[in-house]
Nanobody, 123 residues
């Protein structure tokens, strides 16, 4: 079973930027998503990108985050700008195998997950 491997997390001040990467060899023909989970909270969808490149975003990140993919590198990215302390969470890359399309942005539709990368935003 192919793995998903996230990287790029770290600690930044509010207003800063980070770019997360997800090595996703074997998953470029599926819907891919980024999710996040803060301590004591549920895992929430952040952004998804479908096979045809269609993207969706959670309202909380619209205009600040951009999801993209590079098929040649089998990598999915999440560019995060204007970061806020409330963006602090573990960020996970995921793929949905059993369902067509990315909607809805529900973690239960995604069966392949990476180990996560921590993002910490200080005020």
């Amino acid at each position: 079973q192919a793995q998903l491997v996230e990287s790029g997390g770290g600690s930044v001040q509010a207003g800063g930027s980070l770019r997360l990467s997800c090595a996703a060899s074997g998953y470029m023909n599926y819907c891919m998503g980024w999710f996040r989970q803060a301590p004591g909270k549920e895992r929430d969808g952040v952004a998804t990108i479908d096979v045809d490149g269609t993207t969706t975003y959670a309202d909380s990140v619209k205009g600040r985050f951009t999801i993209s993919k590079d098929k040649d590198k089998s990598t999915v990215y999440l560019q995060m700008n204007s970061l806020k302390p409330e963006d602090t969470a573990m960020y996970f890359c995921a793929a949905t195998i059993e369902f067509q399309g990315c909607a809805p942005m529900n973690p239960t539709r995604y069966s392949r997950w990476g180990q996560g990368t921590q993002v910490t935003v200080s005020s």
